[in-house]
């Protein structure tokens, strides 16, 4: 669906240009700059706003990311319960450093926050989808079920 | 040793959260049913007698603040459910909402009968989006089965921000705007959502509602400790047996909670430190540990209740490598508005850094707990005031952490950074 659509449906909902933001960023990974304006435009606001609200919220990016989000959680309990060597080991399965996507634009790693997931910890997610409480060694085969089915969304 | 009791867990395991018909069975929306058949003035005062209070870490009285929004002029009031739930090693209301969203609609059709509100709105953290479905449905049967009855539940997204927790950060966020937290007073109880009497009230809060009005307020009164009565879900997380979560009276000690239902600390190892209500609340050394959790003993012991997460750190680890990862969250969560907390987080950790490499003096060490003193009192919201408070208690109850890793040096030799 056009972003223009997307934000049809959305703006005689108050306040609904997060939830205009969540879906544009679910079809197309981020929020460009042509995004953010036809929002600013559809929702009445000036763009500086919409820009404003695109900027605050980490699930919203204004930069191209890979197809697939992998997100470690840092928060506390994860970052005792072995977080920096679970970041190692994806950070090495993927060749890519945090904040970085691969060269096929499979996979963007990042950090995150508390996920809400720490009865088993630690925790990644990938598009939304919780991995808690898996040791470095278990994360290939994950990836690779990312890999195999390349459709692989947020199947919940 | 106290007993697990469940009261907004009662229904877990017993129902499939994506039936109605379920929940009927197990008693769902009797409560409400009755609710109605009292007036609103007769609920609220019955919630008040019951004494809950809120349960997403302020700890208000929830009658009280119903009464505020009933009495405030206006025709469009508005329920608001706070599912941001963000507090590191915290998914009580995931829980919730996963197993028995019905009896969180109930709690909230409870609460628009009470102030008359018309609209609600389920603000769900962004990343706990995959509930939207359970929860869309959940409202969907309830509204189709005629329980909803002139009130209706929309349910939003929030999309990665801790600051929205905070109930004005999270009305601008509805709202569609960055969720920076308002000056107040006006509370929401008269000024909120779109500058209308607003009610936000806690998952775990709103859950309490069905069994009050179905048991009564003075039989909820009677569980607990007096002064903050029922249950509360705590979380258990970091070097603990039994990792989970167990709701319990609220005058189970810390001991029980860590000891009891979390089995202790694997490997046998000593306990170091424990801290309740998620990562913004106090490190609790083992000394304390036959404090009640109830919020008020927990304060009267300089502690805070929060959320009901419970942080376990053995005798092993590094407590002022921890409090510096958690000082870096606040300055990744602060939203910016206030300069306390958007200048003050990143010098507290940038302090604690520099102490932690050994680079740091007293006089660093005197900085960062002014600072930190400082943050506590000056910070337009909960998240600045909250953020030193792991460091100003680590401070207090593991000294020698600190001291060690610092010089003797004297002021004009401990520039800052």
């Avoid at chain 2, 008040?48 to 206006?74: E, H, I, T, V």
């Avoid at chain 2, 907390?341 to 002014?370: H, M, N």
Wanted: aromatic share 8%; with cysteine.
């Amino acid at each position: 669906m056009e972003t223009s659509d997307i934000v049809a449906r959305y703006s005689n909902m108050p306040g609904g240009i997060i939830e205009a933001f969540h879906e544009i960023v679910d079809r197309h990974g981020f929020l460009s700059q042509e995004a953010i304006i036809e929002a600013a435009r559809g929702f009445g606001i000036s763009v500086a706003e919409a820009y404003g609200v695109a900027t605050f919220y980490s699930m919203f990016s204004v930069k191209p990311k890979g197809k697939h989000v992998v997100r470690v959680c840092r928060s506390a309990p994860c970052h005792t319960a072995g977080s920096a060597a679970m970041v190692d080991a994806l950070q090495e399965h993927l060749g890519i450093k945090i904040g970085e996507t691969t060269p096929d634009q499979r996979f963007t790693l990042e950090l995150t926050e508390c996920v809400g997931q720490c009865q088993a910890t630690p925790v990644f997610t990938i598009d939304g989808e919780p991995y808690p409480g898996l040791t470095p060694s278990a994360i290939g085969p994950v990836l690779e079920s990312y890999l195999r089915d390349g459709n692989r969304k947020d199947g919940r | 040793m106290a007993r697990e009791t469940r009261i907004v867990l009662k229904n877990l395991g017993k129902i499939d959260p994506m039936k109605i018909e379920d929940a009927v069975a197990q008693g769902g929306y009797q409560a409400l049913l009755k609710a109605r058949d009292m007036s609103p003035a007769d609920l609220i005062q019955e919630i008040k007698d019951s004494n809950l209070r809120g349960r997403g870490g302020a700890g208000f009285n929830c009658g009280q603040k119903w009464a505020f929004a009933a009495a405030a002029p206006g025709n469009e009031r508005y329920v608001v459910c706070n599912a941001d739930e963000g507090e590191p090693g915290t998914y009580k209301d995931r829980i919730i909402m996963e197993n028995d969203p019905h009896r969180l609609i109930e709690g909230m059709a409870i609460c628009a009968h009470a102030i008359n509100a018309r609209q609600g709105y389920i603000y769900l953290r962004g990343e706990y989006s995959f509930l939207r479905r359970v929860l869309t449905h959940a409202i969907d049967q309830a509204r189709e089965a005629g329980y909803l009855d002139g009130f209706d539940i929309t349910v939003r997204r929030g999309a990665g921000a801790y600051i929205c927790g905070e109930e004005t950060a999270l009305i601008e966020s509805l709202e569609g705007k960055r969720g920076e937290p308002r000056y107040k007073p006006p509370y929401p109880p008269t000024q909120g959502l779109w500058q209308r009497p607003t009610i936000v009230n806690n998952v775990e809060t709103l859950a309490n509602l069905p069994s009050i009005v179905d048991k009564g307020a003075s039989w909820f009164a009677s569980l607990g400790a007096p002064s903050y009565p029922g249950t509360k879900i705590f979380t258990l997380t970091g070097d603990i047996k039994n990792p989970g979560f167990y709701e319990v009276p609220t005058n189970t000690t810390i001991r029980d909670i860590v000891y009891g239902f979390g089995g202790g600390i694997p490997g046998d190892l000593a306990l170091q430190a424990v801290q309740i209500g998620g990562t913004s609340g106090a490190f609790i050394p083992p000394d304390l540990l036959d404090t009640p959790a109830d919020f008020d003993s927990m304060q009267y012991a300089g502690l805070s209740l929060g959320s009901g997460a419970v942080y376990v750190l053995d005798e092993t680890r590094d407590i002022l490598e921890v409090v510096t990862r958690i000082e870096s969250f606040f300055e990744h969560e602060s939203c910016g508005k206030c300069t306390p907390c958007r200048e003050g987080t990143p010098r507290l950790v940038g302090l604690l850094e520099k102490i932690a490499q050994g680079r740091g003096s007293r006089f660093d060490l005197d900085l960062a707990r002014k600072l930190g003193h400082n943050m506590t009192i000056t910070s337009l919201c909960g998240l600045g005031m909250a953020a030193p408070v792991p460091m100003l208690t680590a401070m207090q109850h593991f000294p020698a952490v600190f001291t060690q890793q610092v010089s003797a040096k004297t002021s004009e030799e401990g520039t800052p950074w």
